[in-house]
């Protein structure tokens, strides 16, 4: 089974809620939390920089973007509010 991480930013406590394209994720159910790091039991991509050729193509309407891109996001309380880390990078994890 592919598995994703995922590292907690800077000042996240243990009161924080994880979203993956928007959809509440429950802890235990949907990932781990192992240390700093969320761990996902299931593959979860993101995006990878357009290289020139492709970027043209899309430009030229030629051709569209049709990759995968996942987004996690975090919220958490901070300093007496609550914040929003968003976008956080994804990093394939060993095959289970």
Known sequence: MARAIVTLPPGVTDSFEVFINGVPQQRGRDYLVE????VFER????????????WL???????????????VDVTFPFEGRRVASSGLPIVPGEQS
């Open 35 to 38: 240390g700093r790091q969320l």
């Open 43 to 54: 593959e979860l991509a993101q995006e990878q920089k357009l290289g020139f050729g492709r």
């Open 57 to 71: 193509s899309m430009f030229l309407g030629i051709a569209g973007s049709y990759s995968r891109n996942d987004t």
